[in-house]
């Protein structure tokens, strides 16, 4: 099975500020077809996870373009820029290349 | 608008059975692959089972292999996951999601206790 290391485990960040979440898979994500299956997703205290980026640097429909995605074959980062409120809770990679789906252990995001 | 509703979770006996089901609207569900994932309380998300669109192909976690099957009907726009054997550990909330998991339902409980 892929592992999903994610770094840290969590963050604390001002307003405004920026923050990275890291994430290593234990096996290359890239496909023979050129895309990367890495994944983020945000889950907000008490609510369902919802996706924030797609194969590896895609925003999802609604995410604001204050998040972004990138990475290599096997290391990728989530970057917030001008973290608000509105984006704590816990973040987690996942990789969607094969089964087993598996995701990282998660990364909390606090507001200083 | 993409909504997915489970439904059939509960308090359950170890070594009793459960079927969870989850209902999709809001785009063509015959198109997509499905999947569950689930989260013990407290924890973080755990990948259970997959079914491609027309159910040619299935995968399961090892954990819960030989005693959950996931199933679907595209007439009825309805997912499945019948479990059995049930443990403890598989105490979790039960997310049901579509395709690359871009859309999620809002998850189902189930707990495993005497």
């Known amino acids: 099975d892929i592992v999903m290391t994610q770094a840290p485990l969590s963050v604390s960040v001002t307003p405004g500020e920026s923050a990275s979440i890291s994430c290593r898979s234990s096996k290359s994500l890239l496909h023979s077809n050129g895309i990367t299956y890495v994944y983020w997703y945000l889950q907000k205290p008490g609510k369902s996870p919802q996706l924030l980026i797609y194969?590896?640097?895609n925003l999802a429909s609604g995410v604001p373009d204050r998040f972004s995605g990138s990475g290599s074959e096997t290391d990728f980062t989530l970057k917030i820029s001008r973290v608000e409120a509105e984006d704590v809770g816990i973040y987690y990679c996942?990789?969607?290349?094969?089964?087993?789906?598996?995701f990282g252990s998660g990364t909390k995001l606090e507001i200083k | 608008e993409v909504q997915l509703v489970e439904s059939g979770g509960g308090l359950v006996q170890p070594g009793r059975s459960l079927k969870l089901s989850c209902l999709a609207s809001g785009f063509t569900f015959s198109n997509y692959g499905m999947n569950w994932i689930r989260q013990a309380p407290g924890k973080g998300l755990e990948w259970v089972a997959s079914i491609s669109s027309s159910s040619s192909y299935i995968y399961y976690a090892d954990t819960v292999k030989g005693r959950f099957t996931i199933s679907r009907d595209n007439a009825k726009n309805t997912l499945y996951l019948q479990m059995t054997s049930l443990r403890s550990e598989d105490t979790a909330l039960y997310y049901c999601?579509?395709?690359?998991?871009?859309?999620w339902g809002q998850g189902v409980m189930v707990t495993v206790s005497s």
């Open positions: 194969r590896m640097s």
């Open positions: 996942g990789q969607l290349l094969e089964n087993p789906f598996t």
């Open positions: 999601a579509r395709g690359h998991a871009d859309y």
